[in-house]
């Protein structure tokens, strides 16, 4: 008897938490699925604005895109590329998913490439200019991103290969470098992520 007592009381507290559970994950399910519907419009039509910029235009066939949830949350960011918009000059768009509408974060210089930590927070930039490879490490938080670390290698060897490591315009050692790495991304490893060309297959298949 005392042992179906026991069976019955943990079976009901087990219906408690799942119930309690439920609505918070079907909300969250619900947010990601309009998000991804909100990203999916966005990259089918024609042109897309870049950024905020409401003046600019481009193809929105000439962009890569992917996915990544690099904030805390079960929503997804988009991150779109084009190669129209020189690699200097903000050529990488962050947006989120927010109070029903695709908003900006952040455009910054980047590759074709992209990496961030994981539900940490931040992500990483990259630009190639005049034989100096620049990775800039941005904080996202609350919808604003903003940059925090900044790694320079000189990949040409003119004058001899280098790395310098900076904390805004503060030079810092690489054990610097690490230890505020660390303290923004903790133990969390680097994910590097393909980016996918904006095609009607290629958002089925990887926005979802």
């Known amino acids: 008897m005392m042992k179906f007592l026991q ?3 943990l079976f009901l507290l087990l219906l408690t938490v799942t119930a309690a559970m439920t609505p918070a994950n079907v909300q ?3 947010q990601k699925a309009e998000a991804v519907k909100a990203y999916k419009n966005m990259l089918s039509k024609q042109v897309m604005h870049w950024g905020n910029n409401k003046n600019f235009d481009i193809p929105t066939k000439n962009c890569v895109f992917t996915t990544a949830y690099i904030d805390n949350d079960s929503v997804p960011e988009l ?7 020189p690699h200097w000059s903000d050529c990488s768009v ?11 974060v952040k455009s910054f210089s980047s590759d074709d490439r992209f990496s961030y930590y994981k539900k940490k927070g931040v992500f990483v930039g990259s630009d190639l200019s ?8 941005y904080q996202l938080s609350k919808g604003k991103a903003s940059a925090k670390l900044t790694m320079n290698k000189n990949v040409a060897g003119v004058g001899g290969k280098w790395t310098k490591y900076y904390s805004g315009k503060k030079q810092l050692t690489k054990s610097q470098f690490n230890k505020s790495l660390k303290k923004m991304a903790g133990a969390r490893k680097k994910t590097k992520v393909k980016l996918h060309k904006n095609t009607a297959g290629n958002r089925g298949r990887y926005l979802k």
Request: zero cysteines; proline letters at 0%.
């Open 94 to 104: 962050l947006y989120r998913y927010k109070d029903g509408k695709v908003q900006e």
């Open 79 to 85: 991150i779109v590329h084009s190669s129209d918009i």
């Open 7 to 9: 069976r019955t009381v």
């Open 130 to 137: 005049s034989g100096i490879y620049k990775s800039v490490y």
């Open 28 to 30: 969250a399910a619900s």
